[in-house]
Every structure is written in C-alpha cells, then in structure tokens.
T-cell receptor
Framework: GAVVSQHPSRVICKSGTSVKIECRSL??????MFWYRQFPKKSLMLMAT?????????EQGVEKDKFLINHASLTLSTLTVTSAHPEDSSFYIC???????????????FGPGTRLTVL | AQSVTQPDIHITVSEGASLELRCNYS??????LFWYVQSPGQGLQLLLK??????LVQGIKGFEAEFKRSQSSFNLRKPSVHWSDAAEYFC????????????FGDGTTLTVKP
C-alpha cells in the first residue's frame, strides 16, 4: 500500500522558536496533502489542505501566518510552526492523496504523526 | 455541512467476543465513508472504505462495515476480537468530489479484556 512518512517523529523546542515538519509520500505522487492536529483523547482537526504548486487553504480559525504550509513537490509538504508557544504542543498528522483515476475520489494515506512539545 | 457522530466514547469487550462500533453521519448526498484505527502515538491506518456498490464492505484485520442509508449509519463489526485490536477507532465521511475533505468522528476507544 501507499506509504506516507513524517519527520521528525518527535520534537521538543523552546518557546519562540520555529519548527518544521516534513510529510513525504514515498511511493506515489500526492496532488493533495492535508495537515491535521490532534489533541489528547480527541479527534483529528483539519488545519489546512495543500495542493502541489499552489497556496494552502486553511480552515477557519487556523492562523496561516503561524502555521506555514509549503507543498513544493508532488511528494513533499512541510508544516512550519512559527514562534511556537506551549499551546502549540500537539500531535500533528499529515495525509496525502493521489489524483483518482478519471478525476474520481482517491483514498487518503496518513503519516505516523509528529509529537511537538514546546517548553 | 458534513458531520460524523460516534456515540460510544469507550467500549470494553472480552477477547473472542464480537464487536460493533457505531457511526452515524450527516451529509446531503451519497457519502464516502471510512473507518480508521489508531494505536497510541501512531498515525491512522485505513481499515475499510465505502464509495458505492455493495453496502457490506470487507476490510483488513477481519473487520467489516455496513452502509445503511436509511439510518445514516456505517457501523464497524468484527466477529471475534483479538487483544491486538485494542486501539482508537475513527469513522470519517468525505464529500464525493476529488478535492473532498474528510470529517472525523470523535473516536471510540476499544479496550479488550483477556
């Protein structure tokens, strides 16, 4: 099956610093990637949708200047948490989706997640 | 707007017993429905999906789900639970466009007693 990787798996940083998380589709080209945030014992909250070569579409309430998303290639999307604060500590999960055949819906494949802790 | 409800926050079953996890969705058209499993500290793994056709869908690890349009439900079942099935289970609905985003339920935590 399709594999999506995330790096790093865990990161601890000081308040005020920026952290970059990478999401890669290893064996397929992802025209669309999604970034989610998951709080403990909670569901996944969609933060933004990114399409290769275009600006990300952010969900309501998500600060686009704080959570910078870049989808520079068909296999790589990055999420940069700028000027991180303790309240940004969370589990961040990406997913990737290839173009479906004949424009049909294609399944999302999820990365293993990145645990961010901001001190 | 699409939404998903998983009525059971936590379910405990004995190993070997049958399992049913409930999922109700709200969507104006024919939905795309998914069940995912998440182990602690891990990402999500797709168990099965329904797009169209046969309303009884077979997935991995012995799971199946049945789409019932009249009840707006997509319940997940397994005839005999194994201890390794203990995890968090998420139901999700996506709109039927190529750019469709998925909306997730709040999840059901499954505990398996020996």
């Amino acid at each position: 099956g399709a594999v999506v990787s995330q790096h790093p798996s865990r990161v601890i940083c000081k308040s005020g610093t920026s952290v970059k998380i990478e999401c890669r589709s290893l064996d397929f080209q992802a025209t669309t990637m999604f970034w989610y945030r998951q709080f403990p014992k909670k569901s996944l909250m969609l933060m933004a949708t990114s399409n290769e070569g275009s600006k990300a579409t952010y969900e309501q309430g998500v600060e686009k200047d704080k959570f910078l998303i870049n989808h520079a290639s068909l296999t790589l999307s990055t999420l940069t948490v700028t000027s991180a604060h303790p309240e940004d500590s969370s589990f961040y999960i990406c997913s990737a989706r290839a173009m479906g055949t004949s424009g049909s819906f294609a399944t999302q494949y999820f990365g293993p997640g990145t645990r961010l802790t901001v001190l | 707007a699409q939404s998903v409800t998983q009525p059971d926050i936590h379910i405990t079953v004995s190993e070997g017993a049958s399992l049913e996890l409930r999922c109700n969705y709200s969507y104006g058209a024919t939905p795309y429905l998914f069940w995912y499993v998440q182990s602690p500290g891990q990402g999500l793994q797709l168990l099965l999906k329904y797009f169209s056709g046969d309303t009884l869908v077979q997935g991995i690890k012995g799971f199946e789900a049945e789409f019932k349009r009249s009840q707006s439900s997509f319940n997940l079942r397994k005839p005999s639970v194994h201890w390794s099935d203990a995890a968090e289970y998420f139901c999700a609905v996506a709109n039927n466009t190529n750019a469709g985003k998925s909306t997730f339920g709040d999840g059901t935590t499954l505990t398996v007693k020996p």
